[in-house]
């Protein structure tokens, strides 16, 4: 009993995670580049993508501490990172320095979040065996709908959401301290005992989580440049109704499907939904994009989890999927610099090309 309570508690604080770190996307991609802060599309952009490029070593050094202490010690360590940071961007001012006040809180932001998702869903993996352990760690990947459904309180006042964010994430460290049980710790090597055929799993495990990560910060910020405030708030109300709800779906046929059949179905549909993306009416392609975006997300911490052994579970899961998260959030980079050079009009081929071709990599990966 005590074990599915702190598992409930590790998806509120991957909530809390997540809702901190798509909050701020959504606040740089609508809210910094046209007033509050007057930082302008390409800084506001490049603290977006800071954040990607520090999730990797995130994962990789809350890595270690997982596979060399306990998951309980590195999550409640990411938490705290993450609820500092996020409460140090909502007290931010206007002045000269902000956007690299900025940048430093966004680094901290990516190494915790890096370090977060591993160290939840493996503790959550090894304290729960069976139909409910696959069941609960599926669940882990609530975390991205629930947190950006709570982004649509940044569009109304980005300060006090942070706050939230921040108070959210510090009190769920605090909890899962209090209530999880501590692992037993024996002689460390920080040497990562990483071989050859992990090497392996790490590439092919960055290469199928690459799709979806690709369209998922494409949707959630870039794409969203092209419609209003307000028609923001439809739109991610919308797409997070649809990713709660077919994620919660999959969770339980994660039960008794392979996570590698929901994979390539998820790629096969998203592959579709890209390729037309900018024909498709906004509401009914945020309702889709929902959809097969959990198809492909609910399956892969039970994927990347399963797929490493136990003594590099931490590092190798984390790395893998926050490297492709940071390739992911490249795309909405190079997006995001095509876009400030030539118009808007330059993201209507290049998007659903480049998203297209992230997805057929995915299936390529999961099939070799």
Request: aromatic content about 12%; charged content about 10%.
């Amino acid at each position: 009993m005590r074990s599915l309570i702190v598992a409930l508690f590790n998806v509120v604080g991957t909530v809390s995670m997540w809702y901190n770190f798509l909050a701020y996307n959504v606040i740089a991609s609508i809210i910094l580049t046209r007033s509050a802060l007057h930082l302008g599309l390409l800084p506001s952009f490049t603290t977006i993508f800071i954040a990607f490029i520090a999730r990797p070593i995130g994962a990789y050094v809350f890595g270690l501490i997982g596979d060399k202490f306990s998951s309980k010690l590195s999550l409640v360590l990411t938490l705290v990172v993450m609820g500092t940071s996020t409460l140090l961007i909502s007290t931010i001012g206007k002045a000269w320095y902000a956007v690299y006040e900025l940048l430093i809180d966004r680094i901290a932001q990516g190494i915790a979040l890096g370090g977060e998702w591993a160290s939840a869903s493996i503790l959550t993996y090894e304290s729960v065996r069976g139909g409910v352990g696959r069941f609960l760690t599926s669940l882990i990947q609530l975390g991205v709908p629930l947190g950006m459904l709570l982004t649509v309180f940044a569009v109304i006042q980005w300060r006090l959401a942070l706050l939230t964010g921040s108070l959210l994430s510090l009190s769920s460290a605090m909890i899962i301290l209090v209530l999880s049980q501590d692992q037993g710790v024996g002689f460390i090597n920080w040497k990562p005992t990483l071989h050859i055929e992990d090497i392996k799993k790490v590439i092919k495990a960055i290469g199928v989580k690459f799709g979806e990560s690709s369209s998922f910060y494409v949707y959630t910020s870039v794409f969203l440049l092209y419609f209003s405030a307000h028609e923001v708030s439809s739109l991610i109300i919308t797409a997070t109704a649809s990713l709660l709800i077919f994620t919660l779906i999959m969770s339980v046929i994660m039960t008794r499907v392979s996570p590698t059949k929901a994979l390539l179905l998820g790629y096969a549909l998203f592959s579709l939904v890209n390729t037309f993306m900018f024909r498709i009416e906004p509401l009914l392609l945020f309702v889709l994009f929902g959809v097969v975006d959990a198809i492909t997300y609910a399956p892969q911490s039970l994927y990347l989890v399963s797929l490493f052994r136990g003594d590099v579970r931490h590092v190798g899961a984390g790395v893998s999927y926050h490297v492709a998260s940071s390739l992911g959030g490249l795309i909405t980079y190079l997006v995001s610099i095509l876009i400030s050079v030539y118009g808007l009009s330059a993201g209507f081929i290049t998007t659903p090309t480049l998203l297209l071709m992230s997805c057929i990599a995915s299936i390529i990966a999961l099939l070799i």
